[in-house]
């Protein structure tokens, strides 16, 4: 199998151009990656306490990392953290207003962008895709 035709290195092509693009419409301005993803689902589940434990499994990714990813959040001023009122040893994950509108902005791009990706795509070619992601990612998951 040569490298164009790999799994892997489609993912991280497609993964790069999508990077690139979001850095090009944001001129740098807004945040990437994780912290994205993880203050969509923070914000989509402000009305429930949410702990790092659930960024962890909602994000798949281990505990240091989440421990650096909450870190920075705070730092940059969309979260705060504040004791749980069912058990006063963890700390709840709490949005601030800073975090709520910038998930409305990059949700905004992120429409942008799978507008742009559908383009010239039929809705049975975007099922089979979805279908065969998850496939790939279960794949995967089952050797973990």
């Known amino acids: 199998m040569s490298q164009s035709e790999s799994i892997g290195f489609e993912v991280r092509e497609l993964s ?3 990077a690139r693009y979001i850095e090009k419409m944001s001129n740098g301005g807004h945040i990437r990656g994780p912290q994205g993803f993880a ?3 923070l914000v989509h589940n402000r009305d429930k306490e949410i702990y790092q434990k659930d960024l962890e499994e ?3 990714i281990r505990k240091p990392t989440a421990s650096n ?4 959040m705070i730092k940059n001023g969309f979260l705060t953290t ?11 994950l709490i949005v601030t207003e800073k975090a ?11 429409e942008n962008i799978e507008n742009i990706l559908k383009q010239g795509i039929s809705d049975e070619e ?15 998951k089952s050797h973990l």
Do not use: C, H, W
């Open 16 to 18: 790069l151009l999508i």
């Open 39 to 41: 203050l969509g689902y």
């Open 58 to 60: 909602k994000l798949s």
């Open 69 to 72: 990813l909450v870190d920075r």
């Open 82 to 92: 504040a004791p749980s009122q069912k058990d006063k040893r963890l700390k709840r």
């Open 100 to 110: 709520i509108q910038t998930t409305i902005e990059v949700e905004q791009q992120i």
């Open 126 to 140: 975007l099922t089979q895709f979805s279908a065969t992601m998850e496939k790939f990612k279960q794949n995967l």
